[in-house]
């Protein structure tokens, strides 16, 4: 059985040939459903650092992201689809369209080089 420790802190980490940052989930535990990820922007202003050396003053905003999965099974349809919109993606129906559509043309653009 699966548990969600407290103590299990979710490491973001990254492939050297890849921008999609992945999770190593520990055996027994659970994915993450949310992550905390302070977003950090430059205010352009300087302050003093320990040595007299100028630090950048920086913005931290706190956000949230969420697990698409859990809120697609946990969610009404209609509900998910808003969500999906907010984020500027198609309705989950449409999006399953055009990925039906962009396959087939893969599979007989890669089937006509084999021939």
């Known amino acids: ?15 050297e040939d890849s921008n999609i940052p992945f999770i190593n989930v520990p055996g027994g535990e659970d994915d993450p ?7 950090n ?31 697609k099974e946990r969610l009404p349809e209609s509900t998910y689809d808003e969500v999906r919109k907010c984020l ?3 309705p989950l129906k449409d999006a399953t369209a055009a990925g039906k559509t962009i396959t087939a ?11």
Not at 33 to 39: G, R
Not at 105 to 115: D, Q
């Open 1 to 15: 059985m699966k548990k969600n420790s407290k103590n299990w802190i979710p490491e973001i980490c990254y492939e």
């Open 33 to 39: 459903a949310l992550l905390f990820i302070f977003v």
């Open 41 to 71: 922007r430059s205010t352009g202003e300087f302050e003093p650092g320990p040595k007299g050396e100028e630090l950048p003053v920086m913005e931290m905003d706190l956000r949230q992201f969420a697990d698409m999965k859990i809120l």
């Open 88 to 90: 500027g993606l198609q």
């Open 105 to 115: 043309k893969v599979a007989k653009n890669v089937g006509g080089e084999h021939s």
